[in-house]
């Protein structure tokens, strides 16, 4: 199941994050994605 969420970002750094997406042929949700579930597991790791 897919969640929307809000976010609040600096517009430089979106503009700038958005334009290298595109460079890059990446989708922003999908990255964004990535980048939570990499934080979250690497929060496991220090806790044990």
């Known amino acids: 199941m897919q969640k ?7 517009d430089e750094v979106y503009g700038n ?4 997406c595109e460079e890059n ?3 922003l949700s999908k990255r964004v ?3 939570i579930k990499k934080h979250l597991e ?3 790791k220090n806790d044990k």
């Open 4 to 10: 929307k969420v809000t976010l609040s970002i600096d």
């Open 17 to 20: 994050f958005q334009k290298f």
């Open 25 to 27: 042929d990446v989708m």
């Open 42 to 44: 690497e929060g496991e």
């Open 33 to 35: 994605e990535r980048l």
